[in-house]
């Protein structure tokens, strides 16, 4: 099988290690890809938010599968290009990644679909944005109505700051807040037939215990050692197959990857959102656990033909990735620097590049790099973890020293 994975970034880079592993991936050529990926596929310069572009790739390559990581490609409408050519591709169609493209139309499917989530109002200007806020008190949350790179929620007791980023964004989505904590799940899906992935746990904020703006995504870890035994069977019954019921509905099934977002209540599974594609940098932990082929997984769900596709295989043991963000990021981040140790196995590239005279390795985003480890157990594969990014030299990197620590000395509770 020969593949062609669309992308360049963390999630990108451990989707590529999971598929070059495959047996049955004879061939695989990333776009843009990085210097990491670079060490496990063909790189090929394309631009990835241009459905023509890919899908000329794609039949250029002869490849037999394509597999589109980011959101913007899918919401531009790559999917549906690649599809046209007669190629198989993972990754919902335009239509269907709108979930991810607009939360007031991820909304309007779980009412329809009688989905348990957060009581919201979708505002366009700063009246009704305030009303909504009244009502529903602090802490604050507004979420931008459009794609926002995982930066687009502001979470908030401060009316003021509530204000200011629902006038910034213009459209929001304002809603109670959900208290609990949160659980990313992925599921694999053609569209009918869904299955799920290991549950895990992101962090979202730059500084640790939870303070500082919204980031893309700090460090992941799973599986989670406190979730409620059945949750994974109830947001099967209760989210998933009624989101895709509905979307069947409206004549746009999604088939691909449908990342749960949620919040475990008091009352239950709340969704908080749903994404298109796999979640970074919940990925790097979850694929690192997942024994079953990649590429076969993510080929029958491309193909319809996920129902006859083996139970999934997991290693035992927990994953944890740490991610190594640049000076000033989640602002304007610093690129540029150079980077050493970050050849060892376990490091994932997710904003790097190569100094054309010299090849040095070079900082060239926000997030810079994940440290991805396993280990017998939680505690052992955070250890691992911290020792791959203590390993790291990049001037002024920031990095969380709490990723799993709540989960490792059980201090995560679930509200009563």
Known sequence: MRVLLVGGGGRE????????????????????????IGEVAELRTVDANDPAAVAALAVETGVDLVVIGPEA?????????????????????????????????????????????????????????????????????????GLAAGKGVVVTDDRARAVEHARECGRVVIEEYLD?????????TDGEAAVP???????????????????????????????????VDEVMRDVVH????????????????????????????????????????????????LETPLGGLLHAAAT??????????????????????????????RTGDVITGADRPGVIHAGTARRADDGALLSAGGRVLCGT?????????????????????LAGAQHRTDIAAAAVEGRISIPR
């Open 73 to 145: 490609p899918l919401v531009a409408g790559v999917a549906d290009a690649v599809r046209a050519k007669g190629i198989a591709v993972f990754g919902p169609s335009a239509e269907a990644a709108r979930l991810e493209g607009s939360k007031a139309f991820a909304k309007d499917v779980m009412t329809a679909a009688g989905v348990p989530t957060a009581r919201a109002y979708t505002c366009t200007d700063e009246q009704s944005a305030g009303r909504a806020l009244d009502e529903f008190g602090p802490p604050y949350v507004v979420k931008n109505d």
């Open 180 to 188: 609990g904590p949160e659980v990313s799940l992925f599921v694999v």
């Open 304 to 333: 319809g033909t996920l129902a006859d596709h083996p139970p999934l295989r997991w290693r035992d043991g927990a994953a944890v990735t740490v991610v190594v963000a640049s000076a000033g990021y989640p602002g304007t981040p």
């Open 242 to 289: 009624p989101t895709l019921a509905e979307l069947r509905r409206r004549g746009a099934p999604f088939a691909g990857l449908l990342y749960v977002g949620l919040a475990i209540t008091a009352d239950g599974p709340r969704v908080i959102e749903f994404n298109a594609r796999f979640g970074d940098p919940e990925t790097q932990v979850v694929l690192a656990l």
């Open 13 to 36: 880079h451990a989707l590529a290690l999971g598929l070059a592993a495959d047996p049955a991936v004879t061939r695989l050529i990333a776009a843009p890809g990085n210097p990491g």
């Open 373 to 393: 480890a396993t280990g017998p157990d939680l505690a052992a594969a955070r250890d691992a973890a911290y020792e791959l990014v203590r390993g790291i030299e």
């Open 197 to 231: 992935l290991l549950p895990a746990q992101d962090f979202k904020r730059i500084g640790d215990g939870d303070t500082g703006p919204n980031t893309g995504g700090m460090g992941a870890y799973a599986p989670l050692p406190w979730a409620p035994p059945g949750l």
